[in-house]
């Protein structure tokens, strides 16, 4: 077992529940490995503006913060360290995908703000753009828009649910902003802990010395993971930090 000195937690379907609640446990725990000395960095697909409040809520704001899969990396929440950005062409083109396919539901995370299939961006040129989604419970269209990005150059592929598919720039994913985060902590990799539900923690958790997947986990994400932990409805970030992080 590792000294584990940063602890670098997915959102949704892991430290939230079915709510988008932080559960009483999972609070208490966060705070001990807080007060033990471990950094505990948010590690989102959620953009800046929406994962702020958790992060605050937790008592993080000393603590980096890896929003949009890894699109951006605050040093802390008041501090920008890293943006790596979209190209405008390509969102030009993703969106073009979105509407060839009609009922499926698309957004794209710019710095400006959040746009979607009901308002989109007036010029695309104008924003600085991080991420690109598809929404779809049919998975055989969804398999399909699939199928045509992974034909194409520059982007990095991921999911935070099995209906939906997340773009990044290539080379973005939170396993690369964890290691940027480290790199800026001085700690190795080796100390690092992930813990997540989806394809977009699959990367992290493989990377890291400690990953861990979440009961309610896609199967792969599990396959991929060093431990299997409760569900988001058990307190299982609590559980990680009791028999894992605090014990070492």
């Known amino acids: 077992m590792g000294n584990y000195r940063l602890l670098a937690l997915d ?7 079915d709510r ?7 609070r208490e725990w966060i705070a001990k490995a807080s007060e033990a000395g471990v950094t505990v960095c948010v590690s989102t697909g959620r953009g800046y503006d929406s994962a702020l409040p958790f992060a605050e809520q937790l008592g993080l ?8 899969n890894g699109g951006e990396i605050w040093s ?10 979209l190209p405008a062409e390509k969102v030009m083109k993703l969106h073009r995908l979105a509407e060839r396919h009609g009922d499926t539901w698309f957004w794209a995370y710019s710095t400006q703000g959040i746009y979607n299939k009901e308002r989109w961006a007036g010029d695309t040129y ?3 753009w991080l991420k690109f989604g598809y929404y779809n419970e049919d998975t055989k269209v969804l398999g399909s828009i699939l199928q045509e990005l992974q034909g194409w150059e520059g982007l990095e592929l991921s999911n935070s649910s099995p209906y939906n598919i997340e773009v990044n720039p290539a080379g973005v994913s939170k396993a690369t902003a964890i290691e940027e985060v480290c790199r800026m902590l001085g700690f190795k990799m080796s100390e690092a802990v992930a813990v997540g ?11 890291v010395g400690l990953g861990v997947a979440m009961g309610n986990a896609q199967d792969e994400v599990k396959a991929g993971a060093d431990v299997v932990t409760g569900t988001n409805l058990e307190d299982g970030v609590a559980q990680v930090i009791q028999q894992y ?4």
């Open 11 to 17: 959102l949704d379907g892991t430290t939230l529940n």
């Open 20 to 26: 988008s609640e932080i559960s009483a446990a999972n």
């Open 61 to 68: 704001s000393e603590s980096p913060m890896i929003v949009v």
């Open 76 to 85: 802390k929440p008041s501090e920008l360290h890293r943006r790596t950005t």
């Open 126 to 128: 104008d924003f600085e």
């Open 197 to 207: 539900d989806s394809l977009n923690d699959l990367a992290a958790i493989r990377a």
């Open 245 to 248: 992080v605090l014990k070492a």
